[in-house]
Nanobody
Framework: QVQLVESGGGSVQPGGSLRLSCTASGFTFRLFPMSWYRQFPGKERNLVATIFAEGHTNYTGSVKGRFTISRDNALNTVYLQMNDLKPDDTAVYYC????????WGQGTQVTVSS
């Protein structure tokens, strides 16, 4: 069955960096786009970034220039490098394989605070 396992969350001061990882299993990873979402307390999950099978990437406006999504098909892993983190980036971050059905990881907390 499809599994997505995130890691790399934690607490960091404003201006700091974190790298999130999402390791996938149960499907042919290299053929699928992969996305990162985040969920603020009491809000719906919002798309942060997507990387397509051929490597093209999209970002939501607030993270452009600060976050980088990448993938390693040999490791079945998608990454989210987050630089210059701000308190407004505090959220639970989720990995998702888009599609019908789509699949979610369990989420990882990112807290940006001084």
């Amino acid at each position: 069955q499809v599994q997505l396992v995130e890691s790399g969350g934690g607490s960091v001061q404003p201006g700091g960096s974190l790298r999130l990882s999402c390791t996938a299993s149960g499907f042919t990873f290299r053929l699928f786009p992969m996305s990162w979402y985040r969920q603020f307390p009491g809000k719906e999950r919002n798309l942060v970034a997507t990387i397509f099978a051929e490597g093209h990437t999209n970002y939501t406006g607030s993270v452009k220039g600060r976050f980088t999504i990448s993938r390693d098909n040999a490791l079945n892993t998608v990454y989210l490098q987050m630089n210059d983190l701000k308190p407004d980036d505090t959220a639970v971050y989720y990995c998702r394989r888009p599609g019908y059905p789509g699949y979610w990881g369990q989420g990882t907390q990112v807290t940006v605070s001084s």
